[in-house]
Nanobody
């Protein structure tokens, strides 16, 4: 059974940094694309960043480029989202996602709150 467990969310002041972690378990993820999405109340879930597990190829939403960095640690089966220069509008629940032709999985989310 696939499990994605996010951690690292919290309260930070504008301009600060946070690193989110997503610990993945339950199968081999070499064929998966791992991603981060975020959602605020009343809005659709929004793509943040993604990384191909096998090659490390990354992709970002335009508004996150230069501020957010996605990475993975193969040995720990963990994906990270390093967020810097945070803005109040980055406040959201951040979700980890694993998708491939074999399935599409979500974590439970972690709250990030950026105060002005």
């Amino acid at each position: 059974q696939v499990q994605l467990v996010e951690s690292g969310g919290g309260l930070v002041q504008a301009g600060g940094s946070l690193r989110l972690s997503c610990a993945a378990s339950g199968r081999t993820f070499s064929r998966y694309t791992m991603g981060w999405f975020r959602q605020t109340p009343g809005k659709e879930r929004e793509f943040v960043a993604a990384i191909t597990w096998s090659t490390g190829t990354t992709n970002y939403a335009d508004s996150m480029k230069g501020r957010f960095t996605i990475s993975r640690d193969n040995a720990k089966n963990t994906v990270y989202l390093q967020m810097s220069s945070l803005k109040p509008e980055d406040t959201a629940v951040y979700y980890c996602n694993a998708r491939s032709s074999l399935g599409n999985y979500w974590g439970q989310g972690t709250q990030v709150t950026v105060s002005s």
